[in-house]
């Protein structure tokens, strides 16, 4: 059978989340629908990161088999037909190796997270990132994103719910920038836990707004206890932007 890597683009706010679920409509149900409805095919659609209710995602990858074989941008096309209505497109497909699994071929994972710093409300950016109306250092929450950096056991910045058999991740890279009335936080790191972005962000804007310093971050970091982490920051602004691959 052969097999498909599909990368992925869709707006997260209509959907209960990545995963197939009795209570609403996914991400992974209207992927496979959509399939379905151009070869007539039942197929699994397995993602290389389960993205919760409302996050959004600009580089989502995914796996599939068919079985026969068609040209990639022909699936493309006639799976995002099948699509139409729905915010969820496949902007890329390819045909690869057997061997290539979305999910645990991975060997990174980048995230972004959007901050819009002003008083006036939300149009354009309504449900695609969060508006915090008190001002932010940046420059602040950035020098004390540092301190996450490197393995750590991140069971402060860790949901209850998660299901990861360890808390202990390696987070390569964490960046705040500001680009006029925007903050962007990026975070870059094999695999993350449930929760593990938001928590660290809703943590940083407590930074941002002088209530807490590079200092509590470590201590809230070192306490490994979810009680420890700032408030949890909202899916609106959360997106998943790249999944990388070896060569």
């Given at each position: 059978?052969?097999?498909?890597?599909?990368?992925?683009?869709?707006?997260?706010?209509?959907?209960?989340?990545?995963?197939?679920?009795?209570?609403?409509?996914?991400?992974?149900?209207?992927?496979?629908?959509?399939?379905?409805?151009f070869?007539?095919?039942d197929?699994?659609?397995?993602?290389?990161?389960?993205?919760?209710?409302?996050?959004?995602?600009?580089?989502?990858?995914?796996?599939?088999d068919?079985?026969?074989?068609?040209?990639?941008?022909t699936?493309?096309?006639?799976?995002?037909?099948?699509?139409?209505?729905?915010?969820?497109?496949?902007?890329?497909?390819?045909?690869?190796?057997?061997?290539?699994?979305?999910?645990?071929?991975?060997?990174?994972?980048?995230y972004?997270?959007?901050?819009?710093n002003?008083?006036?409300?939300?149009?354009?950016?309504?449900?695609?990132?969060?508006?915090?109306?008190?001002?932010?250092?940046?420059?602040?929450?950035?020098?004390?994103?540092?301190?996450?950096?490197?393995?750590?056991?991140?069971?402060?910045?860790?949901?209850?719910?998660?299901?990861a058999?360890?808390?202990?991740?390696?987070?390569?890279?964490?960046?705040?920038?500001?680009?006029?009335?925007?903050?962007?936080?990026?975070?870059?790191?094999?695999?993350?836990?449930?929760?593990?972005?938001?928590?660290?962000?809703?943590?940083?804007?407590?930074v941002?707004?002088?209530?807490w310093?590079?200092?509590?971050?470590?201590?809230?970091?070192?306490?490994?206890?979810?009680?420890?982490?700032?408030?949890?920051?909202?899916?609106?602004?959360?997106?998943?932007?790249?999944?990388?691959?070896?060569?």
């Amino acid at each position: 059978m052969p097999r498909y890597k599909l990368t992925i683009e869709y707006d997260g706010s209509p959907f209960v989340g990545w995963q197939a679920q009795a209570n609403g409509m996914s991400v992974q149900q209207v992927l496979e629908e959509g399939i379905k409805g151009f070869c007539g095919q039942d197929v699994r659609v397995a993602g290389a990161g389960r993205t919760d209710a409302g996050v959004h995602a600009l580089g989502q990858v995914a796996h599939i088999d068919l079985e026969e074989e068609v040209r990639p941008d022909t699936l493309r096309d006639a799976a995002n037909a099948h699509m139409r209505g729905k915010p969820v497109a496949i902007v890329e497909a390819e045909l690869v190796p057997d061997s290539f699994e979305a999910r645990f071929g991975a060997i990174k994972r980048h995230y972004l997270y959007r901050i819009v710093n002003r008083r006036a409300p939300l149009t354009l950016d309504a449900k695609q990132a969060w508006l915090v109306h008190r001002p932010l250092d940046a420059d602040a929450m950035h020098e004390a994103a540092q301190a996450l950096i490197g393995k750590h056991d991140f069971t402060t910045f860790r949901s209850m719910q998660c299901q990861a058999k360890s808390p202990v991740k390696t987070m390569d890279r964490i960046a705040v920038s500001r680009y006029a009335e925007e903050i962007e936080i990026t975070c870059e790191a094999r695999s993350f836990l449930h929760n593990q972005v938001r928590s660290i962000v809703g943590t940083l804007k407590l930074v941002g707004e002088g209530k807490w310093t590079r200092r509590d971050v470590e201590k809230a970091l070192a306490a490994k206890d979810r009680a420890a982490c700032g408030p949890v920051a909202p899916p609106d602004g959360l997106y998943l932007v790249r999944v990388d691959y070896p060569d």
